[in-house]
C-alpha cells in the first residue's frame, strides 16, 4: 500500500470513527457496519497521484430466489445517487451489494465523511426496500 492509500485511509477511518466502529484488516481495509449493511473499504493507486478508494456493502445475502430482487433494484427500489447495486445469484438466493469507487485526494476528515455517510445511507435505503419490517 502507497503513502498516499495509507494516508488517505487514515482520513477515512478518523471520519468513520465519529459514527461507527471500525476495524483495520491485515490488508490496510476498513471495515464497520452501518444499519445491517457491513461495509469494506479498501485503497489502491490507480497511477501515480491517483489514489481510489473503493467501498463494497453487502446489503442484503439469501434473498429468496423466487423473489423478484433483480427487477427490484433495476427499477430503482432504494436508489442513491452515491453508489451503485449489483443483484449477484448466490447458492441460498440473491445477494446484493452496492459499490462506490472514488478519488480520495484532498479530502479532509469532515468531507470524507459526508461522503462516505451519502454512500451507506445509500445502502441502508436499499436494504430498507428490500427486506421491509
Known amino acids: 500500500m502507497t503513502g498516499a492509500i495509507a494516508d488517505q485511509l487514515g482520513v477515512a477511518k478518523a471520519a468513520l470513527e465519529r459514527f461507527h466502529d471500525v476495524t483495520v484488516d ?3 481495509a476498513l471495515t464497520f457496519a452501518h444499519g445491517g449493511v457491513v461495509c469494506a473499504l479498501q485503497g489502491l493507486d490507480i497511477e501515480e497521484g491517483l489514489p481510489v478508494l473503493n467501498l463494497t456493502c453487502v446489503v442484503a445475502w439469501d434473498l429468496p430466489a423466487e423473489s423478484d430482487v433483480p427487477t427490484q433494484v433495476a427499477l430503482g427500489v432504494g436508489e442513491g445517487l452515491f453508489g451503485s447495486a449489483r443483484v449477484i445469484p ?10 462506490y469507487a472514488f478519488p480520495a485526494s484532498g479530502l479532509d476528515e469532515k468531507a470524507m ?3 462516505l455517510m451519502l454512500v451507506v445511507s445509500g445502502a441502508s435505503s436499499l436494504r430498507a426496500a428490500l427486506l421491509p419490517g
Do not use: K, N
Open 26 to 28: 491485515d490488508d490496510g
Open 90 to 99: 448466490g447458492s441460498a438466493g440473491w445477494d446484493v451489494t452496492w459499490r
Open 113 to 115: 465523511g459526508t461522503l
